[in-house]
């Protein structure tokens, strides 16, 4: 009997030792999930978050009356973080859509240009390529347009510019 509550001494001792283990673990990673929200990368802190869950997960337990106020603190430093990621996605899916559109408008340009007779003389020859160049640059400068239009925006342009150019060299 006395072997017996010698061992669930030591298995409560060794118990509330990994409780105060795991508690100060969590708390670390509270301060690191708090410090990203000082991070000037939203990309970067979000998947240092992401590995920090990871860790929460594989943590073990903490005393059962430090465990939510532990978790509200973790779970509010990542849905400020969650919130960042969010509206960067937001703004960056808006920034595509308005690239394509202006994609979409030189596209419409080229076109019109190529239109006209530029074929008359030297001079028209000359300015309508110096034209095209510029829309070419202009083109190089932007941004993508989103995943699901880029390729075929493209080839309207590529195209367009092909044909511009074999009858240039004509």
Partial sequence: VEKFFNKVK?????????LKKNLERKIELCEKAEA???EDSVSKAFKLLQQYHQEWKETGAVEEEKKDELWNRFKAASDQINQKHKEQYTQMLKEQEENYQAKLA???Q????LSKDYKSSVKVLTETTDKVNELFKAWKTLGPAPKSVHE????RF???MNVFFEDRKE
């Fill in 110 to 113: 080229l076109d019109e240009l």
């Fill in 10 to 18: 030591i298995n409560r001792e060794l118990r509330n030792l990994d």
């Fill in 36 to 38: 990203l929200l000082l």
């Fill in 158 to 160: 590529h195209k367009k």
């Fill in 106 to 108: 030189w596209c419409d």
């Fill in 152 to 155: 075929e925006v493209w080839d």
